[in-house]
């Protein structure tokens, strides 16, 4: 009887993870598109970039975080008007950047 209980609270348990990580999987969001502007926090640690979908026309506002592509925003090697390939998250609205490049690279 015990074996049956476990099989059964284990099948759940791999149910919620696999309902779970598709709702994660979800929310990640690729695009390619024009930086419209960037406007960096004033402790340096983040900036807020907005880009204009090249397919679609629409901005979005990505929050950017990690150092490499900030080192980038601030040498001017990612400016506005360069087409970028991204990759964020858009879970709770927040659009965390997961990969920030160059279309042509960089």
Do not use: H, Q, W
Request: aromatic letters at 4%.
């Amino acid at each position: 009887m015990r074996t049956l209980s476990k099989l059964t609270a284990s099948a759940a348990v791999a149910l919620s993870v696999l309902a779970f990580s598709s709702v994660a999987l979800a929310a990640d969001v690729k695009m390619v598109g024009e930086v419209a502007s960037i406007k960096p926090a004033a402790d340096g640690k983040s900036a807020a970039v907005t880009l204009t979908n090249t397919k679609g026309g629409g901005e979005v506002t990505v929050n950017v975080t990690d150092k490499a592509t900030l080192d980038k925003f601030a040498d001017k090697r990612i400016g506005t008007g360069d087409e970028i390939r991204l990759t964020y998250d858009n879970a709770g609205g927040k659009n965390l950047s997961k990969s920030f490049k160059k279309a042509a690279g960089c």
